[in-house]
């Protein structure tokens, strides 16, 4: 499968406690993205990448969110202190940069905290 | 800033009936549009796109046009089927600079046999 994989799939965890999201993007993808969605909602972008270069956050991406891209090929996201409100499900795409805007997602990881 | 509307559901419909699901949207410059459907239990798939005025983006039978005097890119179907029972988004990319995707609510299809 050459698709956009992320791990962990489901994740419950305590108020609190930090938690960290991988995501491999579709191999020769340079943009990668990550987005959040709750319940009945459209998907609200967090932040991006082109290769290594996180080009631009959200205002929703506060201080306790973090992400990475290494090397410019997977991706980290880091939520620090969870709280009850950072349960949704957290979406990763990937495009192959300029001149094609089509962004390919994951199934996602479901973050629930308790 | 960008933001998009879709209508509201669920749309239940009988199988073989028109679909019409509507989206309009508000952006900066020319934006590109698409429709990404979330099956039940599965990821969003990119369902097809439009990236510049009157463009008509069509995929398994769903068809949507690139409106820019009316701001819509609504989405149409002839005959549904059961298998079409699925959440769509509307969606854009703005060109003003901003790569990231800004979705509608999403609107519920329920296709009856």
């Known amino acids: 499968d050459t698709g956009v994989s992320q791990n962990p799939r489901h994740k419950i965890t305590k108020r609190g406690q930090n938690v960290t999201f991988r995501c491999d993007p579709i191999?020769?993808?340079?943009?990668l993205y990550w987005y959040r969605q709750t319940l009945g909602q459209g998907p609200e972008f967090l932040t991006y990448?082109?290769?290594?270069?996180?080009?631009?956050k959200s205002r929703l991406l506060s201080d306790r969110f973090s992400a990475e891209r290494p090397k410019g090929s997977f991706s980290t996201l880091e939520i620090q202190r969870t709280e009850q409100g950072d349960s949704a499900m957290y979406l990763c795409?990937?495009?192959?940069?300029?001149?094609?805007?089509?962004?390919?997602f994951g199934p996602g990881t479901r973050l629930t905290v308790t | 800033g960008d933001s998009v509307t879709q209508m509201e559901g669920p749309v239940t419909l009988s199988e073989e009936a028109f679909l019409t699901i509507n989206c309009t949207y508000t952006?900066?410059?020319?934006?590109?549009l698409f429709w990404y459907v979330q099956y039940p239990g599965e990821g969003l798939q990119l369902l097809l796109k439009?990236?510049?005025?009157?463009d008509k983006g069509s995929n398994k039978g769903f068809e949507a046009t690139y409106r820019k005097e009316t701001t819509s890119f609504h989405l149409e179907k002839g005959s549904v089927q059961v298998s079409d029972s699925a959440v769509y988004f509307c969606?854009?990319?703005?060109?003003?600079?901003?790569?990231?995707?800004?979705f509608g609510s999403g609107t519920r299809l329920q296709v009856q046999p």
């Open positions: 952006a900066t410059g020319y934006p590109s």
């Open positions: 191999s020769e993808h340079n943009r």
């Open positions: 439009a990236t510049k005025a009157d």
């Open positions: 969606a854009l990319s703005s060109l003003a600079g901003r790569r990231a995707l800004t």
């Open positions: 795409a990937s495009s192959l940069g300029p001149g094609n805007d089509e962004q390919y």
């Open positions: 990448f082109q290769n290594e270069a996180q080009l631009e």
